[in-house]
């Protein structure tokens, strides 16, 4: 279990990152969601131990991280939004490197896990071309038999499926989900339909606060009548968004479709329609000024 506690990081430029972030993150997947700039990156290093927070406790099973990072990185699986790769050096060659980093010191032992990553990730036919020349869906899938290089008991991936087309998307879901039966998964996203098809828990965070917690379903379900639809002209959106809660625009036909949070018809010819975790999302972001 990973328990964090008023956690807080302001850069020396002022930007406050981080204020007061309280979560507990069980076994599983656990989703933070969040736009650009909302501080997901920063948390994720501060869980990785490549930053410090100015304030808060951070402890995993019972065991302060601050106060021991470098235990903490022996149970700890890292994929950042970008890695860097050694030209010309293929898979299975640099994932037995990594594993000498990591201390899996017993080459057997470790030409096994490597053995093993390869297949889990569905990169053993590739294992020895360089992994430089990787597509976009492949290195992410490196970077997540990488993460998993001395069994961590917690994985922190952050952004891994932008950019990835449909097919790759579904297959790093795949992957994810698997890995996540056993230990402790944070995926850092602001895909929302990545946290709703992977997370049984979730955050949305911004400006660095936490602004909803908890099961995407029930979060859903909060929203029940309150979410509204209509097709309108791009002439007529302005004075709509002056007078209602817009929570999206979507282009249709060359027209536009909003979704707008009331607790009434907002307006004639507004139609009711059930939510989804995007009005949760954009509810959250509206509510905190976005």
Not at 62 to 87: E, I, K, N, S
Not at 165 to 189: C, G, K
């Amino acid at each position: 279990m990973l328990r964090l506690s008023a956690i807080s990081k302001t850069y020396p430029n002022g930007v406050r990152a981080l204020q007061g972030i309280d979560l507990t993150i069980e076994k599983g997947l656990f989703g933070l969601l969040g736009p650009n700039g909302a501080g997901k990156s920063t948390l994720m290093r501060i869980l990785a131990t490549l930053q410090l927070p100015d304030e808060g406790q951070l402890l995993f099973d019972g065991v302060d991280v601050l106060a021991a990072p470098q235990a903490h990185r022996r149970h700890l699986g890292y994929l950042p939004q970008d890695f860097g790769v050694y030209p010309g050096v293929s898979a299975v060659e640099l994932l037995d490197h990594l594993g000498v980093l990591k201390g899996l010191t017993n080459a057997r032992q470790r030409r096994e896990q490597v053995d093993a990553l390869l297949h889990q990730t569905n990169l053993h036919a590739h294992r020895k071309k360089a992994v430089s020349g990787f597509s976009g869906g492949m290195r992410q899938r490196f970077g997540i038999a990488q993460a998993l290089l001395g069994q961590p008991r917690m994985l922190i991936v952050d952004e891994p499926t932008a950019g990835l087309d449909p097919e790759e998307r579904n297959r790093f879901h795949n992957l994810l989900s698997e890995v996540a039966e056993d230990i402790v998964v944070l995926l850092s996203t602001h895909i929302v339909e990545d946290v709703r098809q992977l997370c049984p828990r979730m955050a949305i965070l911004s400006g660095g606060r936490v602004l909803r917690e908890g099961i995407p379903e029930q979060l859903v379900t909060e929203l029940t009548g309150r979410v509204w639809r209509k097709t309108v002209e791009k002439l007529e959106v302005p004075a709509l968004r002056a007078s209602q809660t817009v929570l999206s625009t979507q282009l249709s036909g060359g027209r536009t479709v909003l979704r707008v949070l009331a607790d009434e018809a907002p307006a004639p010819g507004f139609e009711r329609v059930p939510p989804d975790l995007e009005d949760v999302y954009f509810a959250a972001l509206v509510g905190h000024g976005r």
